[in-house]
């Protein structure tokens, strides 16, 4: 099933289907216009809740919501792409010259999310350097953010294993897509929002209720966003590796999962005559 | 009108689920954001986030089920049908707007009832304004999207694109889940001003000060007056932007061209 060259092909369709609509470097900046707004968003409510609640304003706390909220967005961003994929390549009769090939639609897909996450990883990454800066000028608060080569290497790790993760959960809606017509559009709505409330991306997962709480914190996600923490605002790398080692453990049981389940959806809408269907 | 307003109808009421998928990212944001407002300490705001989930609702459904709709319509070839029948487009649009409301009031009903059961914000309302500033909210908004509407007829694909581009900063400036203007604003005033031509801007500020401070129809009568505005101002808009890129597009022959 694995082949490099396909996934090399897929991906090179993705980065073309994201970025060629119009001039790269202008898709590109646009492509950071969505999640440096989101992040601001988030920030600028820590500010006005901080600035006229109960607690005082607190920078690290101001910190730890930042690259939470620039990192949900970013698994969020290459997550779904498997949706998107194959309901408009259904839409657009694209899907159906992948899927009569010898090769699984499922390389197709990661090669897609591969590309997307690459794209995404760039977009997040300067929508959280303009974030910080407009947060400077904006705000007149200071973010203490530790961007050394050694926090910078950290969090290259850390996004390189959670792409397990997000694969895992892009195959599992991916599945989903093959055989919805309709609501598939949604997902991306409820892929963020999910990430936004469960993976402790703006508030610790504990201040959910149990057992909320217990599914929260066990998700690769939540190891993730905690590993970048650790690597950007704390500086422990101790916590660093364990959030990490749970984020890869968690990721690759996903992944092995929910790529059964895509096959197998795969092989049953093969089945039903589905897979070619633009509305199911 | 009333046909266009009446396929809408039918589309959701004949699919009732269509009404959960639309409150998907509207409820799960004024979740979060509802719970970051109650992890900071700042439970006494948590109505800002809840009433933001409402409005999102509604500005979700102009960007997708407006702006965006007559792209879709063309991909679907359903525009040339409208182009050689004898309605006004400007009456589809109008009835597309209709239909779109009553369609979103499901959604923005539950993500209501489900953030007051779960947060209780403390409520000190003027509702009478509050009435009026809602409607007068989507009246303004559903112009601006009879507006974007038009002008996404000289796009292709990249209206999708677009959209995405447009959700998120809208969202930001209009300060749908803190305030973007007035004296808690922490935008710069030219900023402010600048905001201030999105109608939900001017609606959530109003909004807020209705529901959540009291202020009754003289509180918020600028507000109101700036809103009724907007909406005139936005469907001549439409009107005249429509008109202009119909003849462009039947002159270039790009007017029912599918995909591009």
């Known amino acids: 099933m694995l082949s490099f060259r396909s996934l090399f092909a897929a991906a090179w369709m993705g980065v073309q289907h994201d970025l060629a609509w119009t001039a790269p470097v202008a898709s590109l900046l646009l492509n950071v216009v969505a999640p440096f707004a989101s992040v601001m968003t988030v920030s600028i409510i820590y500010w006005f809740g901080a600035s006229h609640g109960t607690s005082a304003f607190d920078p690290t706390h101001l910190a730890y919501i930042l690259v939470g909220a620039a990192l949900y967005a970013h698994i969020a961003a290459y997550a779904w792409v498997p949706t998107t994929a194959i309901a408009e390549g259904k839409n657009l009769a694209v899907f159906p010259h992948i899927y009569i090939t010898s090769r699984s639609t499922a390389v197709y897909l990661a090669g897609r999310a591969l590309s997307s996450f690459v794209i995404s990883t760039v977009t997040s990454l300067l929508a959280l350097c303009l974030a910080f800066f407009a947060i400077g000028s904006v705000l007149h608060a200071s973010v203490p953010l530790l961007v050394t080569p050694l926090s910078l290497a950290m969090l290259g790790v850390a996004l390189l294993v959670n792409i397990p993760g997000a694969l895992g959960l892009g195959y599992l809606l991916g599945a989903y897509s093959l055989y919805a017509s309709k609501f598939e559009w949604s997902l991306p709505g409820y892929v963020a929002g ?4 469960f993976s402790g991306a703006l508030f610790p997962p504990t201040i959910l209720p149990w057992p909320l709480s217990a599914g929260a914190a066990a998700l690769p996600f939540t190891f993730f966003i905690s590993a970048a923490r650790d690597a950007l605002i704390y500086g422990l790398p101790g916590e660093y590796a364990v959030s990490l080692a749970y984020c890869a453990v968690g990721g690759v049981i996903m992944l092995a999962v929910f790529l059964q389940v895509y096959l197998k959806a795969e092989k049953r809408a093969r089945r039903d005559g589905v897979l070619d269907r633009r509305l199911a | 009108m009333r046909a266009r307003a009446l396929v809408r109808l039918w589309s959701i009421y004949g699919e009732p689920l269509w009404v959960i998928v639309n409150m998907g990212f509207p409820i799960l944001s004024s979740l979060a954001f509802s719970l970051l407002y109650l992890s900071i300490g700042a439970g006494s705001y948590v109505g800002f986030a809840v009433l933001g989930g409402v409005m999102v609702s509604f500005w979700s459904n102009v960007l997708w089920s407006m702006a965006s709709q007559f792209n879709w319509d063309k991909q679907d070839g359903m525009f040339e049908i409208y182009l050689t029948s004898p309605a006004s487009i400007t009456a589809i649009l109008i009835g597309m707007s209709l239909g779109g409301i009553i369609n979103t009031v499901p959604s923005a009903a539950i993500v209501t009832a489900i953030g007051w059961a779960l947060f209780h914000p403390v409520v000190y309302a003027s509702w009478g304004a509050v009435v009026l500033t809602f409607f007068l909210t989507l009246a ?5 999207g009879m507006t974007l509407s038009s002008l996404y007829l000289v796009y292709g694909r990249e209206a999708e694109s677009m959209n995405n581009v447009l959700q998120e900063p809208v969202s930001m400036f209009s300060g ?5 203007i007035g004296a808690f604003s922490p935008f710069p005033f030219a900023v402010q001003l600048a ?3 999105i109608p939900l801007t001017i ?3 109003a909004l807020r000060r209705s529901l959540f401070f009291g202020q009754g129809f003289s ?11 907007l909406s005139v101002a936005f469907l001549i808009a439409s009107m005249v932007a429509l008109k202009a890129l119909e003849r462009k597009g039947r002159t270039d022959g790009t007017i029912s061209v599918r995909i591009r």
């Open chain 1, 194 to 197: 999910l990430l936004m409330v």
């Open chain 2, 140 to 144: 303004a908004l559903y112009a601006l």
């Open chain 2, 176 to 180: 749908v889940y803190f305030p973007s």
């Open chain 2, 195 to 197: 905001a201030s031509l």
């Open chain 2, 203 to 205: 609606g959530m500020d």
């Open chain 2, 219 to 229: 509180g918020v009568s600028l507000d109101l007056f700036l809103l009724a505005d």
